[in-house]
């Protein structure tokens, strides 16, 4: 609005429909963000480093990228979960289940949280290990179909899919921003240098 509007109060006409649109839409239901389009950009603004795939060979190829890119093809790959090692049994890596050799953890996750852009993992990840007991740097193999609006879909998802042994240990992973320098600030911080490797399931 121009300066003599301000002064004078002058409101055109196409001032007042614009008022009047504005006020309608203040009654209308908004529109929800897909959740698919919300936890990327969640997951993106906590640090994390995304990399959609459409099929298991672009999964392949991203994470030898991710591996060059990093200078880990001479580093052990920490692999907790025998069937993930199975599925990639035929990757050219180094693997190990002893977590003071694993220079990065690869792994699957329980969910993926939308509305905040986090990872929810379990024992079933993780076993009985703290966050920073873990290595610093993450690389989580997840498909699209986990990905949830909230973390109480998450956990009931967690129970419904394990009926009888439900798993322990269930954190969430959240800041992907690890600090450069280690001190007593930094001390038993769970933020972790996380890839996302994102399988389309759907």
Not at 25 to 36: A, V
Request: aromatic share 10%; with cysteine; glycine share 4%.
């Amino acid at each position: 609005m121009s300066v003599f509007r301000k002064i004078f109060g002058s409101i055109s006409k196409s001032d007042k429909e614009h008022q009047k649109n504005e006020d309608e839409n203040k009654f209308l239901p908004k529109k929800d963000t897909p959740i698919d389009e919300s936890f990327t950009i969640n997951f993106n603004e906590n640090g994390g480093k995304f990399l959609y795939c459409e099929n298991i060979n672009e999964v392949y190829d991203f994470l030898q990228q991710i591996l060059e890119e990093n200078n880990w093809k001479e580093k052990s790959a920490l692999l907790l979960n025998n069937k993930l090692k199975k599925k990639f049994k035929d990757f050219d890596w180094n693997t190990t289940k002893v977590i003071n050799e694993g220079h990065f953890l690869f792994t699957t996750c329980e969910y993926l949280i939308a509305n905040d852009g986090s990872i929810l993992i379990s024992s079933n990840q993780i076993a009985e290990k703290k966050l920073n007991e873990l290595p610093k740097n993450f690389i989580v193999f997840a498909t699209t179909s986990q990905i949830v609006k909230t973390i109480g879909e998450g956990l009931h998802g967690i129970k419904a899919n394990n009926n009888k042994n439900i798993p322990t240990n269930i954190t969430t992973i959240k800041h992907f921003k690890v600090a450069e320098d280690d001190n007593f600030l930094s001390y038993g911080s769970s933020s972790k240098n996380l890839y996302l490797l994102l399988l389309e399931d759907l």
